[in-house]
């Protein structure tokens, strides 16, 4: 909904700014040639023209603004087509997302015993501290993924994992909880780590600004798609949304070839970081194509999740990728180095979700597709904790 503020006057359609993947782009919209990357070239969709100055507030209104429709069919038709999206966004700044990086570079940097303070099992490891060498990625626990990973072309395959990640990661819940949910261990309290004083300030600061820009892509893919412009956000509202930076010791763990995060999809719906001072994340299309990632700066990168694949019967399929360390992280690593920057490459990484006592079944026109019965109703807190139980985060096993 549009407030009291939103402008009357007609929205300016931006530019498509079309970038080569692995290639910076500086804002000023400016292309920078491809060196020895692949020509592949995903949108960058800018929200500025639709969000209010002074209130910050996204408005989306298609009745008064009809070619606003033909952005919204280009999200919904490249979410489709790549699983992939940039976004800029005016209220996610580079200084914003320093000052987060900052602070956890410093709580990453902290010993395991005192990280480990902060882990919770018996909640599946969704609140708090989810320690490395804990997940098994998917394409290791689901064996049929792996055996097609392999039948790739040997230049789009994934470096094969062979055991868990290394990946760190602190879950921190954003937005208002349930009153009342069969999933508590989903969408339980906060867990702030001792000496960090301005930890909660800093996590909803920049969790709800990353979580307004995945909103404002939900309501622009749901009317690209046929559906209300609510279909999406109207099952997100109570969502257990995660800020879940991800960190990775560089310092310990640089070597070429090492895998961070294996080759695997999201659980939840859409996926949403800024960039990381670290390169190394690798997505795949649709086609199968494997491509380096490089977010441009001001931007963020938004990747489809299995809970959006579940809601268009597979019109969006959950998008694959992993994080590895690649040649050109060993570069970036010696830069950090000899400027006496950290070594943990942090992701600014927010999981939007659909709400747990949800139930997640094709939507609209999609359950008229042919994959429709692939997709059958499930509360979307119970399709979440059988993925745990497959990635090995629900010790348990129990779906309640």
């Known amino acids: 909904m549009c407030g009291q503020n939103c402008k009357e006057s007609p929205i300016i359609i931006p530019k498509y700014l079309y970038v080569l993947v692995s290639t910076p782009l500086y804002i000023g919209c400016s292309l920078h040639s491809a060196i020895d ?16 100055a002074a209130s910050g507030e996204f408005c989306l209104d298609r009745v008064q603004n009809p070619e606003l429709e033909k952005v919204c069919l280009e999200v919904s038709r490249i979410l489709a087509e790549t699983g992939a999206l940039l976004v800029k966004d005016p209220r996610c700044s580079a200084e914003d997302d320093d000052q987060f990086i900052s602070m956890m570079e410093k709580y990453f940097e902290m010993p395991d015993e005192f990280k480990l303070l902060q882990a919770r099992p018996h909640q599946h490891y969704q609140n708090g501290a989810t320690p490395g060498g804990l997940e098994v990625p998917r394409s290791v626990a689901v064996p049929d993924m792996l055996k097609k990973a392999r039948e790739l072309p040997k230049e789009h ?55 307004s820009a995945v909103e404002a892509i939900a309501e622009m893919a749901a009317v690209g798609f046929g559906l209300p412009k609510d279909a999406f956000t109207n099952l997100m509202k109570n969502g257990p949304h995660l800020l879940s930076p991800t960190g990775g010791d560089l310092g310990s763990h640089g070597k070429e070839g090492t895998v961070f995060a294996g080759y695997h999809y999201d659980l939840n719906f859409l996926t949403i970081h800024y960039r990381s001072k670290f390169p190394g994340l690798y997505i795949w299309l649709r086609n199968g194509e494997k491509v380096e990632v490089k977010v441009p700066e001001g931007c963020l990168l938004i990747q489809t999740g299995k809970q959006l694949e579940w809601v268009t019967a597979g019109e969006c399929m959950a998008g694959l990728h992993e994080v590895v360390v690649t040649k050109r992280t060993i570069e970036a690593i010696k830069e950090a180095s000899k400027a006496n920057r950290s070594l943990w490459r942090i992701s600014s990484t927010l999981f939007s979700a659909v709400a747990s006592d949800a139930v997640m079944k094709p939507l609209g026109h999609f359950a008229k597709s042919p994959l429709a019965h692939e997709y059958p109703p499930v509360y979307a807190g119970e399709y979440y904790q059988k993925e745990l139980v497959v990635i090995k985060l629900n010790e348990n096993g129990k779906e309640h």
């Not at 990357?37 to 209010?52: C, S």
């Open 37 to 52: 990357q692949a020509m592949d070239r995903i949108p960058v969709i800018d929200l500025t023209p639709y969000v209010e």
């Open 157 to 211: 395959q994934p470096l094969i994992p062979t055991g868990a990640d290394l990946k760190w990661r602190y879950m921190w819940r954003i937005g208002p909880r349930p009153s009342v949910t069969r999933f508590q261990d989903l969408n339980s309290d906060h867990i702030i780590p001792e000496g960090f004083p301005d930890w909660e300030e800093t996590m909803n600061s920049w969790g709800y600004k990353l979580l």
